[in-house]
């Protein structure tokens, strides 16, 4: 029987007082969990989703070597939305499965954590040249003027990204002999999304094909 070690997180102390969300968590892992195995131990953390020092997370992943547990979450983004976190998870060697998506694959978790980083890390930047162009200007709080022209090098900077990750996969399927349709109902199998976060169709498959070939002429 499989031995499961449940892992919760929080964002604030009142949050993980008044049980908002935790509950939520419980139920989504105990459906998981109920009828395959045994849930051994519970584990909360209450903090900031971008904190790595997580000591009831190592307290989890310990157990979890320990009993050659599963570790077992309610949401994928519950694990920090950071790739160098999750590799850090990764190279722990202990199994883990998001209740959410527990057919993703160690590849589509990089995945979705790099592209969710990716998100983070330009919303920062946004809110830090927002401030600086307010403080410009001598006020408090600022509404500067919009940059189609930056917002347009952001998009096309992340669509790139997200190309350079996901080509190896659709490459394999694509030798393997497989037809864009065929690539694309195997990307949605194993839960891989796309660029917005959406489903596969044979046109996406396509574009991203042909855009990966346009940018190595």
Not at 6 to 14: G, P
Not at 17 to 28: W, Y
Not at 52 to 62: C, S, T, Y
Not at 176 to 197: H, K
Request: some cysteine.
């Amino acid at each position: 029987m499989t031995s499961f070690v449940a892992y919760f997180r929080v964002s604030t102390t009142r949050q993980g007082r008044s049980g908002l969300g935790l509950d939520a968590q419980r139920i989504a892992v105990e459906r998981y969990t109920g009828g395959r195995g045994e849930l051994i131990a519970e584990y909360t953390e209450v903090e900031s989703g971008r904190k790595d020092g997580r000591p009831q997370l190592a307290a989890a992943i310990d157990l979890c070597r320990k009993r050659k547990a599963v570790l077992v979450i309610a949401k994928l983004d519950r694990l920090a939305r950071n790739v160098a976190f999750i590799s850090n998870l990764m190279e722990s060697r202990v199994e883990f499965i998001a209740a959410d998506m527990p057919e993703a694959q160690r590849v589509t978790v990089h995945l979705i954590a790099a592209i969710a980083e990716h998100e983070r890390e330009v919303i920062s930047k946004r809110t830090k040249e927002a401030l600086a162009a307010a403080k410009a200007r001598g006020v408090r709080l600022g509404n500067p003027r919009p940059n189609p022209a930056k917002a347009t090098s952001q998009a096309a900077e992340r669509a790139a990204q997200f190309r350079v990750a996901i080509l190896p996969l659709v490459q394999s399927f694509k030798a393997g002999g497989r037809s864009l349709r065929a690539i694309a109902a195997d990307l949605n199998a194993r839960q891989v999304p796309t660029l917005n976060g959406g489903r596969w169709h044979a046109a996406t498959v396509s574009s991203i094909l042909k855009k990966s070939v346009q940018t190595q002429m």
